[in-house]
Each structure stands twice: as structure tokens, then as C-alpha cells.
């Protein structure tokens, strides 16, 4: 199970807030970017119409996706870092733009 599904489970989206938070809507879904940790790396977030939430985050200086956020095991400490700012994230989005 991703991060996101984790998070988001039974969570229904407010898209009125998610606009107000930022989001962009075209056409069915909601998009949401920002850079984190000193502009480093970048969320790109998307809330479909259905409410089904989806994450991804990107390694500018690599200019690729940054999947190791979906690896638990991982004892590297600049892995763990980037998975908990990102987890930040989501549980402000959650928190502002999800109802129960």
C-alpha cells in the first residue's frame, strides 16, 4: 500500500478546498505542485474527480522521479527525510481539503 493510500483511506476530497489550497482543476482532476526541502525535490499531487489521490516526487537536481519515497525498508537517512517532508505534505492537504 502507497503512502498516499495509507493517508487518504475512507477520506473524501472537498475539491471547493482543494481549489482554495491551490490545486488546479483540468478537466477531471485537480493538480497540485511545491517544491520542499530547499527546493530540492518536488511534489506533484493529483485528486482525481472520483477522489482517488495520487503522488509523486521528483528530484530536481536529478531531473527524475524520486521512487525510493516508496521503499520502506530503506535505512538511508536522506530517504527517510524526504519521505517524512513529503508525508508533510499530504497530511496538510488531508487536513484542509479531506473530509471524514
Same mark, same amino acid.
Given at each position: 500500500?502507497?503512502?498516499?493510500?495509507?493517508?487518504?483511506?475512507? +477520506?473524501?476530497?472537498?475539491?471547493?478546498?482543494?481549489?482554495?489550497?491551490?490545486?488546479?482543476?483540468?478537466?477531471?482532476?485537480?493538480?497540485?505542485?511545491?517544491?520542499? @526541502?530547499?527546493?530540492?525535490? +518536488?511534489?506533484?499531487?493529483?485528486?482525481?474527480?472520483?477522489?482517488? @489521490?495520487?503522488? +509523486?516526487?521528483?528530484?530536481?537536481?536529478?531531473?527524475?522521479?524520486?521512487? @525510493?519515497?516508496? %521503499?520502506?525498508?530503506?535505512?538511508?537517512?536522506?530517504?527517510?527525510?524526504?519521505?517524512?517532508?513529503?508525508?508533510?505534505? @499530504?497530511?496538510?492537504?488531508?487536513?484542509? %481539503?479531506?473530509?471524514?
Amino acid at each position: 500500500m502507497f503512502i498516499e493510500d495509507k493517508l487518504f483511506d475512507k +477520506k473524501k476530497a472537498n475539491f471547493h478546498k482543494l481549489v482554495e489550497y491551490g490545486f488546479k482543476k483540468k478537466k477531471d482532476t485537480y493538480e497540485y505542485s511545491v517544491n520542499f @526541502l530547499d527546493d530540492n525535490y +518536488k511534489a506533484y499531487i493529483t485528486v482525481h474527480k472520483s477522489g482517488t @489521490l495520487n503522488g +509523486k516526487v521528483y528530484d530536481l537536481e536529478m531531473d527524475d522521479e524520486y521512487t @525510493l519515497i516508496r %521503499c520502506e525498508s530503506s535505512k538511508s537517512e536522506e530517504v527517510k527525510r524526504v519521505r517524512e517532508e513529503y508525508k508533510k505534505i @499530504l497530511e496538510d492537504i488531508k487536513k484542509k %481539503c479531506y473530509d471524514l
